[in-house]
T-cell receptor, first 115, second 113 residues
Framework: GESVGLHLPTLSVQEGDNSIINCAYS??????FIWYKQESGKGPQFIID?????DKRQGQRVTVLLNKTVKHLSLQIAATQPGDSAVYFC??????????????FGSGTRLLVRP | NAGVTQTPKFQVLKTGQSMTLQCAQD?????MYWYRQDPGMGLRLIYY???????DKGEVPNGYNVSRLNKREFSLRLESAAPSQTSVYFC????????????FGEGSRLTVL
C-alpha cells in the first residue's frame, strides 16, 4: 500500500488502553476542526468534527477536546483496538482571502496498537 | 455507489511531460478538492472548487492547473512535470465548502523522473 509518512510522530499503545492524539493549530481565527484517520493505502476517512463554540464533542469511542486558549486539539480513543492502527490527522478551517476558507491538514500522528 | 474515483492510480512521468489526473464523484457534492501527500508531511491543499464554476488556490498551487468540468468532475493538470511533484495525490468532495465530512478517493501515485 501507499506509504503515508515515514517519519511521523508515533504513539504506541496497548490494546484496550485509551489513546490521546494531540494537535496544535496556529490560526486563532480558525472556527472548525476535523479529525481524519488514514489507513495504509487508503484515503483519509472522517472521524469527528467540532466547532469553535464547543469545548468537547463525543462520538462512538472517540472524544475531541478543543482548548482555544492554547490553540490545542486532542482526539481521545477509548479502549483502543488493533483496527485503530492508522495515521491520524487534524484539520482546521482557516480563513483565507476575500472571505474564503481553506481546510488545512496537520502533519499527522501514527497510532500503533500492540496486541 | 463508487464515491470518489481517481484515475490513474499510478503514473510515471519524465521531467517536462504533462498529464492530467481525473476525479469524479457520484454523490452530488458541491465542493471538490485536490491535495498532495508527501512522506512525513500531512495533506497539502493544491486547489479547490467550492461549487461548480469556481476554483481557488490552496497552499501549494504552483505548477498545477485545475478544471471543474461539471458538478461531478474536477481535474488536475501538470503542464511540465518536475521531480518535486512526485507525490500521492488525493481528490476529495463534500456537500458544503470546507465544512463537514470530506470524502476522499484512494489516491494517485505520481513519480516524476
Amino acid at each position: 500500500g501507499e506509504s503515508v509518512g515515514l517519519h511521523l510522530p508515533t504513539l504506541s499503545v496497548q490494546e484496550g488502553d485509551n489513546s490521546i492524539i494531540n494537535c496544535a493549530y496556529s490560526n486563532s481565527a480558525s472556527d472548525y476542526f476535523i479529525w481524519y484517520k488514514q489507513e495504509s493505502g487508503k484515503g483519509p476517512q472522517f472521524i469527528i468534527d467540532i466547532r469553535s463554540n464547543m469545548d468537547k464533542r463525543q462520538g462512538q469511542r472517540v472524544t475531541v477536546l478543543l482548548n482555544k486558549t492554547v490553540k490545542h486539539l486532542s482526539l481521545q480513543i477509548a479502549a483502543t483496538q488493533p483496527g485503530d492502527s492508522a495515521v491520524y490527522f487534524c484539520a482546521e478551517k482557516r480563513p483565507g482571502k476575500d472571505s474564503s476558507y481553506k481546510l488545512i491538514f496537520g502533519s499527522g500522528t501514527r497510532l500503533l496498537v500492540r496486541p | 455507489n463508487a464515491g470518489v474515483t481517481q484515475t490513474p492510480k499510478f503514473q510515471v512521468l519524465k521531467t517536462g511531460q504533462s498529464m492530467t489526473l481525473q476525479c469524479a464523484q457520484d454523490m452530488n457534492h458541491n465542493s471538490m478538492y485536490w491535495y498532495r501527500q508527501d512522506p512525513g508531511m500531512g495533506l497539502r491543499l493544491i486547489y479547490y472548487s467550492a461549487s461548480e464554476g469556481t476554483t481557488d488556490k490552496g497552499e501549494v498551487p504552483n505548477g498545477y492547473n485545475v478544471s471543474r468540468l461539471n458538478k461531478r468532475e474536477f481535474s488536475l493538470r501538470l503542464e511540465s512535470a518536475a521531480p518535486s511533484q512526485t507525490s500521492v495525490y488525493f481528490c476529495a468532495s463534500s456537500v458544503l465548502p470546507v465544512t463537514g465530512e470530506l470524502f476522499f478517493g484512494e489516491g494517485s501515485r505520481l513519480t516524476v523522473l
